[in-house]
């Protein structure tokens, strides 16, 4: 086959393969946190179109311009929900605390889709363990992924 017909490799993504960035179709729940993150993306990256417009830079004016829809949309979607401090069960923004049927402790803080966080102890609240924690008080146990799980406490403070 003639090379003609061959395509280049190329190990740069171009701005008309680069597509959207995809928005989850959940509920955007946020915590106080969460809104200031997404704010602060926002910031950033209008600084960022800033300087690759001014250095007409078109790969990174598409990935900035993209990004920015993004978070642009997050922000427009965002709902800040902050719990009630004297709820006795499972909420959007609490930290649970989860005692293991082989006696290990986790604890995790449910948040919002773009700031979850596994390695530092947060979870999406439309995860398997948020979802079947939700609800649920201290004392109450919960299966998820074949592994038992007590809820040991709860804390409602942000």
Do not use: C
């Not at 417009?53 to 997050?74: C, F």
């Amino acid at each position: 086959m003639s090379s003609a017909f061959v395509r280049e490799q190329d190990d740069t993504i171009s701005p008309t393969d680069l597509g959207e960035r995809p928005v989850s179709q959940h509920r955007n729940l946020v915590t106080r946190n969460g809104l200031t993150m997404i704010d602060t993306e926002i910031a950033v990256l209008k600084e960022e179109l800033a300087r690759a417009e001014a250095a007409a830079e078109r790969d990174r004016i598409m990935r900035a311009s993209r990004d920015l829809r993004y978070w642009m949309a997050r922000r427009e979607t965002a709902e800040m929900s902050i719990p009630d401090a004297n709820s006795t069960v499972v909420r959007f923004g609490m930290t649970v605390t989860l005692a293991g049927d082989d006696d290990s402790e986790h604890v995790w803080k449910i948040v919002g889709e773009d700031e979850a966080d596994a390695s530092n102890g947060k979870i999406s609240h439309v995860s398997p363990l948020a979802v079947a924690l939700f609800g649920k008080a201290v004392g109450d146990t919960v299966e998820v992924n074949g592994h038992e799980w007590e809820i040991v406490s709860l804390d409602a403070v942000d």
